[in-house]
C-alpha cells in the first residue's frame, strides 16, 4: 500500500482527485476559463496579418498566410538587412581606417626615434686620456 500524505505526488498511481486538488491548489492546469472568440483567428484569415487573405498560400504545417503579406515582409525584411550591411561595411571601413592610422602613427614615433638617436653622434673626438 502506498502512504498518502497531503501533497504527495510520489506514487506510483497519482488519481484524478489528488490531480485535481493540486491543480485547484496551483492555479494551472484548470478548465475553467474558456478562450474568447476575439482571441481565435478565423478559418481563412491571415496569420500574420489577422485579415482575411485574397491570394492564399498554405505551409506544410497547415498555416495559412496572404501572398501579399509574406511578400511585403519579405520586402521589409531586404530594405532593413540591406541598410544593416551598409552600417556594419562603414564601420568595417571606419575600423580599417583607424587601424592604417596606428600603423603609420607607429612608424611615424619609430621614425622619430630613430633620427633622435642618431642626431645624438658626438661632432668632436672624445679625449679618451687626459693630460
Given at each position: 500500500?502506498?502512504?498518502?500524505?497531503?501533497?504527495?505526488?510520489?506514487?506510483?498511481?497519482?488519481?484524478?482527485?489528488?490531480?485535481?486538488?493540486?491543480?485547484?491548489?496551483?492555479g494551472y492546469g484548470t478548465n475553467t476559463q474558456r478562450i474568447g472568440k476575439d482571441s481565435v483567428k478565423d478559418f481563412?484569415?491571415?496569420?500574420?496579418?489577422?485579415q482575411p487573405c485574397r491570394n492564399p498560400v498554405i505551409t506544410k504545417d497547415g498555416y495559412l498566410f496572404d501572398?501579399?503579406?509574406?511578400?511585403?515582409?519579405?520586402?521589409?525584411?531586404?530594405?532593413?538587412?540591406a541598410t544593416k550591411m551598409k552600417e556594419y561595411e562603414k564601420q568595417i571601413s571606419k575600423e580599417k581606417n583607424e587601424l592604417s592610422e596606428l600603423a603609420e602613427a607607429e612608424k611615424r614615433s619609430k621614425l622619430q626615434n630613430f633620427l633622435k638617436t642618431e642626431k645624438n653622434i658626438v661632432s668632436s673626438p672624445v679625449k679618451a686620456f687626459k693630460p
Open positions: 500500500m502506498t502512504r498518502h500524505a497531503r501533497n504527495c505526488t510520489a506514487g506510483a498511481v497519482y488519481t484524478y482527485h489528488e490531480k485535481k486538488k493540486d491543480a485547484q491548489a496551483s481563412d484569415c491571415c496569420s500574420l496579418t489577422l501572398k501579399e503579406a509574406i511578400l511585403e515582409y519579405i520586402c521589409t525584411k531586404k530594405l532593413d538587412y
